[in-house]
């Protein structure tokens, strides 16, 4: 796995600005001892080292959230690009268990690929497609026994969720 780039960009603005907070520091140290001396000319007043202080945290505070804004939008168009984004579609087949109101149960059959051949309760939602020859049916038309076929989305995030029920005659 490669370093995060914006680690060193931001460890290299820290170093920046307490280069310049040291130097800063320094000239107004300079400055202040010669008008002490009184060998100094008295040039414009300089800001007190804590006020310059504020205003370099204040700048390193918005190049942080300029440069995070920046950063996220790269890494998630670069995220895009790579097919991390991508919904996976998965289907199997199933003899159904149980079926309740808004749930169903199924047993995954032995041809299909080893991560669906265990039992499955699916949470069902309102508006899912439930089909038998391509013709909408009811959840309700679905009985213990039949054999279905499940379609599964899953998207970014990994949340996998059915799509659609096909009710399989057996012939």
């Known amino acids: 796995m490669q370093f995060p780039a914006f680690f060193l960009i931001i460890a290299g603005m820290v170093i920046l600005l307490i280069a310049i907070g040291v130097v800063y520091y320094r000239i107004y140290k300079r400055k202040i001892n010669l008008a002490l ?6 040039g414009k007043p300089m800001p007190a080292p804590f006020n310059m202080a504020a205003l370099l945290i204040i700048v390193f505070l918005l190049f942080a959230v300029l440069m995070s804004f920046v950063l996220g939008f790269r890494m998630g168009y670069h995220a895009l690009d790579n097919d991390e984004g991508q919904i996976d579609i998965h289907a199997f087949y199933a003899e159904v268990k149980e079926v309740g109101t808004e749930t169903i149960t199924v047993k995954g059959l032995q041809l299909n690929d080893a991560d669906y051949r265990s039992e499955f309760t699916f949470q069902l939602y309102e508006g899912l497609m439930i089909e038998r020859h391509n013709q909408p049916i009811s959840l309700s038309d679905i009985d ?4 279905v076929s499940i379609v599964l989305l899953t998207d970014i995030s990994g949340v996998e969720d059915v799509f659609k029920i096909q009710l399989i005659d057996e012939e």
């Open 37 to 42: 001396t009184g060998s100094g000319t008295q």
């Open 144 to 147: 213990k026994g039949d054999l």
